[in-house]
């Protein structure tokens, strides 16, 4: 949960810092949101194919 949530701080973060403008303003764009689910997404999936601790791994 917390990787999804540093996820989504980093997609906003990255889509502000790239179009200039104040996260306040942004704050109920929905090209935004689609920014912060893109980058939880993204990840989360970095996260589980280095941390995948899967049972089929005995």
């Given at each position: 949960?917390?990787?999804?949530?540093?996820?989504?701080?980093?997609?906003?973060?990255?889509?502000?810092?790239?179009?200039?403008?104040?996260?306040?303003?942004?704050?109920?764009?929905?090209?935004?949101?689609?920014?912060?689910?893109?980058?939880?997404?993204?990840?989360l999936?970095?996260?589980?194919?280095?941390?995948?601790?899967?049972?089929?791994?005995?």
């Open positions: 949960m917390l990787v999804g949530i540093a996820g989504a701080f980093i997609g906003g973060r990255l889509f502000v810092t790239l179009l200039g403008r104040p996260i306040v303003d942004n704050a109920v764009a929905p090209a935004l949101r689609v920014a912060v689910i893109a980058g939880s997404l993204a990840l999936i970095v996260y589980r194919l280095l941390f995948d601790y899967s049972r089929d791994r005995r």
